[in-house]
């Protein structure tokens, strides 16, 4: 009834999962990460006590497979119906689909990740999924969501399309970096909730990462001058330009993409959207 990804970025500092269903608000129900542990996607008549018991096994230092045979083999529920993936802190992912998942039902693992899927369209659902994540590059949770948009549309869940879910640890990557959540974004009831909430993505990037140095243009001249001057149409007509900048974006939860001396270019195509 859900297809998800857990997978770990390359150099092993961001773990997450992304997972889509014609079921409200999966996200509630489906992913769990802890930094520097794993993360885990628990599914198909789920056992929501596989996420803290994932969690807690990787902890220990076993091993993303050897975390499945052990959370499958002490469940006393309906294991033929269950499906899991796991991925680590290392290594490869893991993950199991029961014999009476309906179908289409399956999964593939590979170095940092597994995908899987039940009640799909067909096979090209995960084939999909694992050709997006493998071909993709980038920051992980655009990585996951790839792969999310490419099960999505190779058919997804046969019964159609209601709730998406992305969630991504990361050590000190969370707001103001005084939490380990990098991305914890859900659309619960929605007509087309993967391309929601890759808008949601895009926003959140926007407004909770902080600009590449690479792009910032430097406040002065005509840069300067154009700055000023919708600071000052928006209401902000300080001396200090810095000041007022920071006044403004802090108004427009624009406040991680300060910088002192210089603007960045999102934050410039914001104001003059606005002003």
């Known amino acids: 009834m859900t297809f998800s990804i857990v997978g770990r970025s390359d150099d092993g500092a961001a773990i997450g999962v992304a997972v889509a269903s014609k079921f409200l608000g999966v996200g509630a129900a489906v992913p769990a990460a ?8 628990t599914q198909s008549y789920a056992n929501l006590a596989y996420r ?3 969690l807690a096994l990787l902890g220990t230092g076993v091993d993303a497979e050897s975390a499945v045979k052990a959370l499958i083999a002490a469940d006393s529920g309906p294991v033929s119906h269950r499906q899991l993936g796991v991925v680590g802190a290392s290594g490869p992912g893991a993950t199991f689909t029961g014999t009476d998942c309906h179908a289409w039902a399956g999964g593939v693992a590979g170095e940092g990740y597994a995908a899987q899927g039940n009640m ?3 096979p090209e659902v995960i084939a999909s999924m694992e050709r997006a994540w493998l071909n993709s590059s980038g920051a992980l949770p655009q990585r996951l969501l790839a792969a999310l948009r490419a099960g999505d549309q190779a058919g997804g869940d046969r019964r159609g399309r209601q709730s998406a879910a992305l969630l991504v640890v990361s050590e000190g990557r969370g707001y103001g970096g005084t939490s380990d959540v990098w991305a914890d974004l ?7 909730p993967v391309a929601e909430l890759g808008r949601l993505l895009e926003m ?3 407004y909770f990462e902080s600009p590449d140095p690479a792009t910032l243009l430097t406040l002065e001249g005509e840069v300067a001058e154009e700055v000023r001057s919708r600071l000052a149409a928006a209401g902000f007509t300080g001396a200090d330009l810095d000041e007022e900048l920071a006044s403004w974006a802090g108004v427009e939860n624009l406040e991680m993409r300060v910088v002192t001396g210089a603007i960045d270019p999102l ?3 914001h104001l003059r959207a606005s002003a």
């Open 34 to 41: 802890l930094v520097n542990v794993g993360a885990v996607a």
């Open 52 to 54: 803290p018991q994932a």
């Open 120 to 122: 799909l369209a067909g």
């Open 186 to 192: 859900r659309v619960d009831d929605h007509t087309d």
């Open 204 to 206: 959140h990037s926007l």
């Open 267 to 269: 934050v410039l195509a």
